[in-house]
């Protein structure tokens, strides 16, 4: 076990008996129950400049599903989960996330869809200054939640994480791996219906990977659904019902759901060519000028 790190054993019962919500995964229709749509993707590419950084990818993520993004370095999972987050623009195709249409996202309606996505990125994104609790108590705050209703929310993830004894410690003085979990619980503590995680446990030792993904496991059965970007063989065996999506050079090489069929679209070189073109960039109502580096922030 890794040193100073306490389990709590007892999060699927403190944290959910707190939160009391375990999303729906299933809406009533005409035609009976029907699974809710989490991210719908139609051939979204996107472009840094001439660079093709994503072509062409397609995928559907049912509420409460755990899907894999692999694949080398540059094959553009960052890239995929930034755009998921409203973080960069739909240059070309299609993106719906939690019911919000990110074509026609206008700027001030992207904290909206961030209520609703809860993000872990690689490079953390905390507010050194601050301290543990202010930093994921912030996450609650921004929705609006009063301080005397979050306390108890925001120890138990504390606690969740090992972190408890480092409550009010600053984060800049904390380890990365410390830092990692400050990360984790402010992208969890509001229950999000959907976390995108950008390698989370990448700084971790074994132990803290396999209790993290424990957690991210305990947050998926209750009906989070989780999108995580890893290289790790480790976690990708910790969910083996998940579904994995590889990624080559921006594009869907393969997508296995847990059963061994395939999903996802693998584009040809025909279907996708490397000059896509910049014709329909001006299809999208948020283009890459209205984004900022405040866009990133993670809260
Ligand atoms: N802001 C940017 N400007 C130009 N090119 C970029 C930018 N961000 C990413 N890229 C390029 O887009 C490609 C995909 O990058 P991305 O970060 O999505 O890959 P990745 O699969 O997440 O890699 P890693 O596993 O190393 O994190 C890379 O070739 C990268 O150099």
Known sequence: MAQGLVVDRSISFSWFELVRQRHPLYKKGEAGYT???MVKVDRLSHNFGAYWALKDISFTLGKGEFLFLTGHSGAGKTTLLRLLYGALPVS?????????????????????????????????????????FDNVAMALEVRGMARTHLERRVRAIIRAMGLETKSYSICERLS???????????????????ILADEPT????????????????????????VIMA???R???????????????????????NADGTVFGQSPTDEDCPD???DD?????????????????ETL
């Open 275 to 277: 000059d896509m073109g």
């Open 35 to 37: 699974v809710v749509m």
């Open 202 to 225: 990448g700084n971790l030792d074994f132990d803290l990977t396999m209790h993290l993904m424990e957690i991210f496991k305990q947050f998926h059965t209750y009906g989070t659904s």
């Open 230 to 232: 890893t290289h790790s």
């Open 92 to 132: 070309r195709g299609r993106a719906t996330v939690a019911g919000v249409h990110l074509n026609n996202i206008k700027k001030r309606h992207v904290p909206l869809l961030r209520r609703k996505v809860g993000v872990v990125f690689q490079d953390f994104k905390i507010l050194p200054r601050k301290t543990v």
């Open 234 to 256: 480790e976690v990708l065996e910790c969910v083996p019902e998940a579904r994995i999506l590889h990624l080559e050079d921006g594009r869907i090489v393969s997508g296995c």
């Open 176 to 194: 990365g791996g410390e830092q990692q979990r400050v990360a984790i619980a402010r992208s969890m503590v509001a229950n999000p219906e959907l």
């Open 280 to 296: 329909l960039l001006s299809e999208t109502s948020l283009g890459p000028a209205d984004y900022d580096e405040d866009d990133e």
